[in-house]
């Protein structure tokens, strides 16, 4: 079956990436959101964000203009997924409304349609079972900035078919991706990693070993990172950050990936990182200057 109509769930940072390179590579995309606030800011990200290759010549306007215009949003989650051929769910990293999410989906979506969640950790086994067609359910799992990054992982769950798996390898090579297949576990490759090191810089932090910024550009030209964690955290979000350590303390029953106690507090503050204005670093000004912790 040709996958032409992509639904995707979640108009937030992943969520307008990835309506992007689909609308970018032909797919007709809706994208969904809970209010229209959420709409407008990501179709004025996704307008931004190709107008950076049209200044440097790499897309003429007209290709701007009709990625656009590929790209419907809609409130409603029947409109979005009642004729897709497949759905991309990228709503935020909160298990109980994964699962509402594609229950709901389950009920509106047809058949045919196969079911990819754009999680960062969660069991794709799990969110597959509250649908009637387990084995038509996938991880695809893209990087932020998504138009920028090369990778999506594949992830397999307990009964995800091979066509499924297919399928998508075919549609991440359309968006020019690369891929990975990786069997379920919490995090899967990436985060599995990424995320405990983060995390250590964020407890070096706490315990006054360096500066932020000093951190940074240590793991930046120490390592050859292109973003020091500190600056990563606040460009993934703070928020996601903290979900996806509770939920490997959770899952692996293992205390070694906590979240470091000044990654709560933050996030408690309401510091979630540059989509908030404030994270390790304050985005206010014109360049973004380290906090002292
Ligand atoms: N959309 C489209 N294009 C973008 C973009 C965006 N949001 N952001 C940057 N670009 C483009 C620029 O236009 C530029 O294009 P060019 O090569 O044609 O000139 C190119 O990307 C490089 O950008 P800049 O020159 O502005 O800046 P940098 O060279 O500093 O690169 C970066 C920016 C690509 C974001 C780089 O700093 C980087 O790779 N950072 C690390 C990102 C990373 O690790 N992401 C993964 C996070 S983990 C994750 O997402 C998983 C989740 O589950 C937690």
């Not at 108009?11 to 390179?21: E, F, S």
């Not at 706490?206 to 964690?229: H, S, Y």
């Amino acid at each position: 079956m040709e996958i032409k109509k992509i639904a995707v769930l979640g108009a937030g940072q992943m969520g307008n990436g990835i309506a992007h390179v689909c609308a970018q590579a032909g797919y007709q995309v809706k994208m969904r959101d809970i209010e229209q606030k959420f709409i407008d800011k990501a179709m004025d990200t996704i307008r931004k964000n190709l107008e950076r290759g049209l200044k440097k010549g790499k897309i003429t306007e007209e290709e701007v203009e009709e990625t656009v215009g590929r790209v419907e949003g809609t409130l409603s989650l029947d409109d979005a997924v009642k004729d897709a051929d497949l759905v991309i769910e990228a709503v935020p990293e909160i298990v109980d409304l994964k699962l509402k999410t594609w229950k709901e989906v389950d009920e509106k979506a047809p058949e045919h349609a196969i079911l990819a969640s754009n999680t960062s950790s969660i069991s794709i086994t799990q969110m597959a079972s509250v649908t009637k067609t387990p084995e038509r359910f996938v991880g695809m799992h893209f990087f932020n900035p998504v138009p920028v990054m090369k990778l999506v992982e594949i992830i397999k769950g307990a009964a995800t078919s091979d066509e499924t798996v297919d399928a998508i390898e075919q549609v991440s090579e359309k968006l020019g991706k690369e891929t990975v297949l990786v069997n379920e576990a919490p995090g899967f490759a990436v985060n599995r990693l990424l995320v405990p090191a983060i995390n250590e810089a964020i407890f070096a932090i706490q315990e006054g070993v360096a500066t932020v910024e000093d951190m940074d550009k240590a793991i930046k030209l120490g390592l050859n990172w292109p973003m020091g964690p500190l600056t990563l955290a606040d460009f993934v979000g703070l928020d996601t950050l903290l979900y996806i350590s509770d939920y490997f303390v959770e899952e692996f029953k293992d205390s070694k990936y906590r979240a470091p106690a000044l990654l709560r507090k933050m996030v408690r503050a309401g510091w979630v990182g540059r989509k908030a204005g404030k994270g390790f670093y304050d985005y206010s000004g014109e360049k973004p200057e380290p906090l002292t912790f």
